[in-house]
């Protein structure tokens, strides 16, 4: 159960567009198309944004997408808000039917 | 309103127990799945255990396997996370959330507000 690898930061000026990654291995990121992605504000709960790779909940802003690609996803914010700025964390279940999972380590976006 | 609201933290002493108790709102709780998750102060999530539906299967990270019990009480719309032998590495706030499939999505929504449990003599 080692956690998914994300950067620790990321950064971006108004307007422009970052994306974080997450990588995992064929056991867990590679195996299905059921990552996740939370945004998290400090003192807050989780919010899901980002479910089942790259479908967003009802509510979710369209500058919030998710991909992946073999055995690492990503998530891309496109034109940078200051509200924004958070942090965001991938999960993905490593058996699906039992739905036991692991988080990435979380990336600290800040919007200069 | 589709929520779920944690209770039971607390500070408590190494190598004794709590109780955390998780009661949704807004939605079926016994069609779904449940999960505990934790954050240390500082740090990133951490996922604890989940529950099926109907209680019967339970899994648990290895950090707590052993110490940690996951349950449900279906009739009184609870989930539960009984911790035991509790030591400073726990430390943490511990969020309840609904494992969203049933709902369509595969993923941790909602959250609760979080309960802090804190470990220290």
């Known amino acids: 159960q080692s956690a998914l690898t994300q950067p620790a930061s990321v950064s971006g000026s108004p307007g422009q567009s970052i994306t974080i990654s997450c990588t995992g291995t064929s056991s867990d990121v590679g195996s299905d198309n059921y990552v996740s992605w939370y945004q998290q504000h400090p003192g807050k709960a989780p919010k899901l944004i980002i479910y089942?790779?790259?479908n967003r909940p009802s509510g979710v802003s369209n500058r919030f997408s998710g991909s992946k690609s073999g055995n690492t996803a990503s998530l891309t914010i496109s034109g940078l808000q200051a509200e924004d700025e958070a942090d965001y964390y991938c999960f993905s279940y490593t058996d699906t039917s039992t739905l036991e999972g692991v988080f990435g380590g979380g990336t600290k976006l800040t919007v200069l | 309103q589709v929520q779920v609201v944690e209770s039971g933290g607390g500070v408590v002493q190494p190598g004794r127990s709590l109780r955390l108790s998780c009661e949704p709102s807004?939605?079926?709780?016994?069609?779904?799945?449940m999960h505990w998750v934790r954050q240390a102060p500082g740090k990133g999530l951490e996922w604890v255990a989940v529950?099926?539906?109907?209680?019967?299967?339970?899994y648990y990270a290895d950090s707590v396997k052993g110490r940690f019990t996951i349950a449900r009480d279906n009739s009184k719309n609870t989930l539960y996370l009984q911790m035991i032998s509790l030591g400073p590495e726990d430390t943490a706030v511990y969020y309840c959330?609904?494992?969203?499939?049933?709902?369509?999505?595969?993923?941790?929504?909602?959250w609760g507000q979080g309960t802090l449990v804190t470990v220290s003599s």
């Open positions: 807004g939605f079926t709780f016994r069609n779904y799945a």
């Open positions: 089942d790779v790259s």
């Open positions: 529950i099926s539906y109907h209680g019967s299967n339970k």
């Open positions: 959330a609904r494992d969203a499939a049933a709902a369509g999505m595969r993923g941790f929504d909602p």
